[in-house]
């Protein structure tokens, strides 16, 4: 069985592949914060990659960039 953040990595990559490309260990540390995000009402999501900021946002994170 697949670890669920690896699952989800591999999905947000496939999902946004085309229009923002996301690096594999990016798309991992998204998909650990949507985790908590939805299980354990994470606030805010820190980062200085303005791709990966493009994404979390469109995933539903308020982020503060760096």
């Known amino acids: 069985m697949l670890n669920p953040h690896f ?10 592949a085309m229009s923002r ?3 594999t260990l990016d798309a991992l540390q998204l998909a ?5 995000h939805r ?11 303005r791709r990966l900021s493009e994404v979390a946002r469109l995933e539903g994170l308020t982020v503060e960039e760096l």
């Open 7 to 16: 699952q989800l990595a591999g999905e947000l990559i496939g999902k946004h």
């Open 21 to 23: 490309p996301l690096r």
């Open 32 to 36: 650990v914060a949507l985790h908590f």
């Open 39 to 49: 299980t354990a009402n994470l606030d805010g999501f820190v980062c200085a990659d």
